[in-house]
């Protein structure tokens, strides 16, 4: 089967910084996985250039067979690839099932044959539905963070990139995020999730990567990877 | 055009680059610390120059010495007025609507302060060093403009000294780089955020009053010098004292060399091409192509 | 600055508010039975031009939230666009399509180097412009440079005619902004307002929307630089790119509300009748006046008349309920 998303020694410098070196991997269509690494590995550096936030200095982003290399974040939108951010921008002056519609009206128009997404239904989906007519800046953090999937969700997505969604939340409300990924997952979406909650991420994801100093340091299943001794070093070694 | 003609003009401009510089710093400050484009800035450089002006023409107050007051009797006012109002509007990370209003709303006000006390004849600052010339060789330096340009590379000088020396210099450079970052590692952002509001309309107030000693002036007079710093400042970079130098010295050369074939009224027009050649050319400023060129080290 | 308000409130002021509109249309529109004097009917026609500015800078400025101050250059380039082909036997109505051509050309100008970039850079570009524009305007002698340029006059002057030109200008401003309040790019404008980054995240192209917000605003403003041409049947630099008139253009969303669709009407409407005013009694003092409204208003009350008016609305109503 073919990746949906193989990138291929991208790099990254930030005046005279390197965040990103050589990364190279491949995602195949329909799992959920896992992005590691302490902090300052160059976890958030990668996701801001799939979903072109920023524009990688070197290397190749391919999705779906099309190289999308330095693309902006509106075209990654309509090509299949969206984010939600760590912490969540709603639009404020509108109320959460609007910001819903802007992903409905700008993602990809087409997608997933059959389905009639529209705004309300998105909502229902993602528990929030109750809430659409309310401003989006009264809802708790939690429904905020859910606000942010419904809204990544409306444009359709191939490709979904989760970043810490469940940061600040409590126990129970990471068990029923954790639960709607798996169910975003179900609906055919391919999730690559950069988390720092390391009992969510492996609880939730079949295959992970591990980063370290803006380079890849090991990928395989949650299991081989807490096992690995470099990956264990990494992290000890940062707590230092 | 002879050697010496080239020479002589190059040195006008350099001259005039210190000016420039001394200009502008103020206003890279206000935007690197707080994010705010303080359009103010033209007022305050209104301010400054009727300020030298009228030490001058009352208390026969040498303008160099005057330049020099206007740094800490205009820090004050900077500081009452980020009290009074800037501190009351939302900032963020980029330069907010709110903002541009207020200190738009303030250059209005300033303007017609001036329109009120001094009427909207020109005035100039005429002292025996006025039409001095200091002839060296095949080249003759303007005397006064000598003197500006010791005095704006001092200041510019101290400034360096400051950032790099002291604790709000400090600060101010952590807030620059990132606020976030700055205020975990306890830099108190609204007292820096005063003091860097200060400092910058001190520079726009002595600014004022040095180009005061070299220009008539009218209390619009601070429009095209508004639109002068914001391509010395674009062209540096937005936030880096470097780049106001560089941004500085290119404009100074282009508009000194314009003379030659345009008349000086196109100035304006001038500034505003390179404003928008810079940014379609060099849209992070000569600072953005210096931060490229580290990669390839 | 909700979506069309589907909210439970009683529906006999959003009847009222429906219907005011129209009356004052209808009103308007029968102006000759109102037998005015000239000097009132110029008055109208000016608040007119301005309701017109008022609402294209809102567009760009009050939905979009891109602030510029260099739209006086828009006004002063349709004025002499419409004058200069008046002048060469061009119609009037092909004469303002010129001037909004022009106009929208200009916004390119500024629009396609400053719109890509992050930063305050496009509302520091408008302020370049709008200094760069008057400067060539004074010296350039094709135009009459400072001492401006007349408009031949070959028919006799008709004041209504030019009022109705303003009127169906406004009515077709109110239209546009009604328009492109509750369609997709309206929605586009706004998420580009609010966080333009998380709006190019969910597939809004932010580059391409502010110039198309841009451009239909200048092709607005243009269009009513024209009309006022027309009118006026002479122009000069100090009058239609005077800093004022940039100042102006941005305080009469400001004061009625900007982001909002009536906001604009209700400041320009503002603005135009405080002005004379203001001008015969402190004429010294506009831009002092200006400016302390603009700082007050964005301390105070940044949703300007329409956001007084939603806080007082409810509480009246209350009262009146019981």
Not at chain 1, 18 to 45: C, H, M, R, W
Not at chain 1, 121 to 132: K, M, N, P, S
Not at chain 2, 255 to 278: G, M
Request: include cysteine.
């Amino acid at each position: 089967m073919a990746p949906i998303l193989s990138i291929d020694r991208v790099t990254k410098y930030f005046a005279g910084l390197t965040a990103l070196k050589e990364v190279s991997f491949d995602l195949q269509p329909g799992g959920i996985y896992g992005l590691i690494g302490p902090n300052g590995a160059g976890k958030t550096t990668l996701l801001s250039i799939l979903a072109g936030s920023i524009q990688p200095t070197s290397g190749t982003v391919v999705f779906q067979d099309r190289n999308v290399t330095g693309a902006k974040s509106f075209a990654m939108a309509q090509a299949g690839i969206v984010r939600t951010h760590q912490v969540p921008r709603p639009f404020r002056a509108l109320s959460v099932l609007e910001n819903v519609e802007v992903g409905v009206r700008f993602g990809r128009s087409q997608g997933s044959a059959g389905d009639l997404w529209d705004a309300r239904r998105i909502l229902e989906w993602v528990g929030i539905a109750h809430l659409a007519d309310a401003p989006s800046v009264t809802l708790s953090v939690g429904d905020q963070k859910r606000l942010e999937l419904a809204r990544a969700l409306a444009t359709r997505p191939s490709l979904l990139l989760c970043d810490e969604v469940c940061s600040g939340l409590t126990e129970p409300e990471t068990a029923s995020v954790l639960r709607l990924l798996r169910k975003i997952q179900d609906a055919g979406t391919t999730i690559l999730y950069v988390e720092h909650n390391l009992k969510a991420i492996m609880s939730v994801s079949h295959h992970v990567i591990v980063m370290n100093f803006g380079e890849k340091l090991a990928e395989g299943s949650p299991e081989a990877v807490q096992s690995d001794p470099s990956v264990i070093a990494a992290y000890i070694g940062r707590t230092a | 055009m002879s050697a010496v003609d080239l020479l002589n003009l190059l040195i006008a401009a350099l001259l005039q680059a210190g000016v420039y510089a001394a200009m502008s710093v103020g206003m890279t400050i206000i935007y690197g610390v707080m994010k705010i484009v303080n359009l103010a800035h033209a007022g305050f450089l209104m301010l400054g120059a009727y300020f030298v002006y009228e030490l001058y023409a009352r208390f026969h107050i040498d303008p160099l010495l005057g330049v020099l007051l206007a740094f800490p009797v205009f820090f004050l006012i900077g500081m009452s007025v980020h009290w009074v109002l800037v501190r009351r509007i939302p900032t963020s990370d980029q330069p907010t609507l709110t903002s541009l209003l207020l200190l738009f709303g303030l250059w209005l006000v300033l303007q017609n302060l001036g329109y009120v006390v001094w009427g909207n004849s020109d005035r100039a600052i005429l002292t025996p060093r006025t039409l001095d010339v200091l002839q060296i060789g095949p080249i003759s330096f303007p005397t006064v403009r000598l003197v500006v340009f010791g005095a704006a590379l001092t200041s510019l000088g101290s400034l360096e000294f400051v950032l790099h020396k002291t604790w709000f210099g400090r600060a101010v450079r952590a807030l620059m780089q990132n606020s976030d970052a700055g205020r975990i590692v306890g830099v108190n952002v609204e007292r820096t955020a005063r003091v860097a509001f200060g400092v910058g309309i001190a520079f726009a107030g002595a600014a004022g009053g040095l180009l005061a000693m070299i220009y008539s002036f009218s209390p619009d007079f601070g429009g095209p010098f508004l639109l002068r710093s914001f391509v010395v400042i674009v062209m540096g970079g937005l936030e880096s004292f470097a780049g106001v130098a560089v941004g500085s010295v290119i404009l100074a050369v282009v508009e000194t060399f314009c003379i030659l074939v345009l008349p000086a009224n196109y100035q304006p027009a001038i500034a505003f091409s390179l404003l928008v050649l810079a940014l379609i050319v060099l849209p992070e400023g000569v600072a953005g192509l210096w931060n490229k060129r580290r990669r390839w080290a | 600055m909700n979506g069309a308000g589907k909210s439970g409130a009683s529906a006999r002021p959003r009847f009222a508010f429906a219907v005011a509109p129209l009356l004052l249309l209808a009103v308007l529109a029968a102006l000759p039975a109102f037998s005015l004097g000239p000097n009132t009917v110029r008055l109208l026609f000016v608040t007119l031009v301005w309701v017109t500015i008022s609402i294209a800078w809102n567009i760009l400025g009050g939905f979009g939230g891109q602030v510029s101050f260099g739209f006086a250059v828009f006004y002063g380039l349709g004025a002499y666009t419409a004058a200069l082909s008046v002048n060469s036997g061009v119609n009037s109505i092909l004469s303002l399509l010129l001037a909004a051509s022009v106009a929208v050309l200009a916004s390119m100008l500024v629009g396609l180097p400053t719109f890509r970039l992050r930063g305050p850079y496009f509302a520091i570009a408008t302020i370049g412009v709008s200094e760069a524009v008057r400067v060539v305007m004074t010296n350039v002698s094709m135009t009459g440079g400072a001492s401006g340029y007349r408009i031949i006059e070959t028919r006799p002057f008709h004041q209504l005619e030019h009022f109705y030109a303003a009127l169906a200008l406004a009515v077709v401003a109110v239209a546009v902004s009604m328009q492109v309040r509750h369609s997709k790019f309206g929605l586009a404008l706004i998420a580009i307002r609010e966080d333009e980054e998380a709006a190019s995240d969910l597939g809004v192209n932010p580059y391409r929307t502010k110039l198309l917000a841009h451009a239909l605003a200048a092709a607005l403003t243009g269009s009513a630089g024209g009309v006022f041409a027309q009118y006026a049947a002479f122009i000069h630099p100090q009058g239609v790119f005077a800093f004022g008139i940039g100042v102006a253009i941005l305080l009469m969303p400001i004061i009625g509300g900007i982001g909002t669709v009536w906001g604009p009407v209700i400041g320009a409407v503002v603005y135009g009748l405080i002005q004379e005013e203001l001008i015969a009694s402190f004429p010294q003092l506009h831009l002092l006046i200006y400016g302390s409204l603009l700082i007050l208003i964005v301390l105070f009350e940044p949703a300007g008349i329409v956001g007084i008016a939603r806080q007082i609305v409810p509480r009246l109503r209350a009262r009146m309920e019981g």
